[in-house]
Nanobody, 114 residues
Framework: VQLQASGGGLVQAGGSLRLSCAAS????????MAWYRQAPGKQRELVAA???????NYDDSVKGRFTISRDNVKNAVYLQMNSLKPEDTAVYSC?????????WGQGTQVTVST
């Protein structure tokens, strides 16, 4: 399975970005998909996750601001990020698999300026 993430960039605080991650390969092994992020000097953390039947989990820090969604036809997962804050600055990576998230895409940088 290969995951290709895109959509990162530089945005001012309060702005929005939409990340996309497309999966290819043995997609039958993908039930769960998720977005993680890692800021400089910090551990990687789960941002949001979504199962194949639409169950969603968010980190408390992004609830109400970020929305995860997926398109099972396109084998893609998205992360709509609104009301971005400087503390959201990080490298965002998508992950997929079942029961464990064993497939990882390359990260995409999100930088939120004040």
């Amino acid at each position: 399975v290969q995951l290709q993430a895109s959509g990162g960039g530089l945005v001012q605080a309060g702005g929005s970005l939409r990340l996309s991650c497309a999966a290819s390969g043995n997609i039958d092994s993908i039930n769960d998909m998720a977005w993680y992020r890692q800021a400089p000097g910090k551990q990687r953390e789960l941002v949001a996750a979504i199962t194949s039947d639409g169950r969603i989990n968010y980190d408390d820090s992004v609830k109400g601001r970020f929305t995860i969604s997926r398109d099972n036809v396109k084998n893609a997962v998205y992360l709509q990020m609104n009301s971005l804050k400087p503390e959201d600055t990080a490298v965002y990576s998508c992950a997929a698999g079942y029961p464990a998230l064993i497939y990882w895409g390359q990260g995409t940088q999100v930088t939120v300026s004040t």
